[in-house]
T-cell receptor
Framework: DTAVSQTPKYLVTQMGNDKSIKCEQN?????MYWYKQDSKKFLKIMFS???????INETVPNRFSPKSPDKAHLNLHINSLELGDSAVYFC???????????FGQGTRLTVV | AQSVTQLDSQVPVFEEAPVELRCNYS??????LFWYVQYPNQGLQLLLK??????LVKGINGFEAEFNKSQTSFHLRKPSVHISDTAEYFC??????????????FGKGTKLSVIP
């Protein structure tokens, strides 16, 4: 069983569209994250949730909205997609903020 | 705030040779340190971590790293690399406390290329 699973793995869409990426973890972890990896492989935190509560909301356009319906799920919705949103988005989870984070396989978003 | 500097963006090395990937960090508070590996088109996998105790930590796949507090470094080493070690390696830190501890701050990565 995949510990942290994201869907879809690839997403190609036109500018201006709205899209969602889903993330589920079956590890029983309390903390979940969204990271963005740009074309130069640089990873940066976007959001952190602990027990469904938003802890970190980095300087991310408000077109990005995370939603955590329960502790096992953290979805990312993106409105009005722009070319600059093209990147790989990683979901991750950890038991708490000090233990290792387990990463999903990533969602490669391409905006055309 | 924390920052992580990986001093080499690319490291080519011959198979069975030793390798060291360098990582320095900056933080006003104590931090935990991690090394992750990313194989092509995959997510990140933890290689090893330093939380406390012995400054020499051993990880998976024969990797080890040494924490040096005075030099704020956490260099990754392997005595003999294999072709399968070709990947991107990321050093990361998180502070002990505060809201900032709910995130990993990553370096820009080092691409290790093992040459047959």
């Amino acid at each position: 069983d995949t510990a942290v699973s994201q869907t879809p793995k690839y997403l190609v869409t036109q500018m201006g569209n709205d899209k969602s990426i889903k993330c589920e973890q079956n590890l029983g972890h309390d903390t979940m994250y969204w990271y963005k990896q740009d074309s130069k492989k640089f990873l940066k935190i976007m959001f952190s949730y602990n027990n469904k509560e938003l802890i970190i909301n980095e300087t991310v356009p408000n077109r990005f909205s995370p939603k955590s319906p329960d502790k096992a799920h953290l979805n990312l919705h993106i409105n009005s997609l722009e070319l600059g949103d093209s990147a790989v988005y990683f979901c991750a989870s950890s038991q708490d903020r000090w233990t290792e984070a387990f990463f999903g396989q990533g969602t490669r978003l391409t905006v055309v | 705030a924390q920052s992580v500097t990986q001093l080499d963006s690319q490291v080519p090395v011959f198979e069975e040779a030793p390798v060291e990937l360098r990582c320095n960090y900056s933080s006003s508070v104590s931090v935990y340190l991690f090394w992750y590996v990313q194989y092509p088109n995959q997510g990140l996998q933890l290689l090893l971590k330093y939380l406390s105790g012995s400054t020499l930590v051993k990880g998976i796949n024969g990797f080890e790293a040494e924490f040096n507090k005075s030099q704020t470094s956490f260099h990754l080493r392997k005595p003999s690399v294999h072709i399968s070690d070709t990947a991107e390696y990321f050093c990361a830190v998180t502070p002990y406390s505060g809201a900032g501890s709910y995130q990993l701050t990553f370096g820009k990565g080092t691409k290790l290329s093992v040459i047959p």
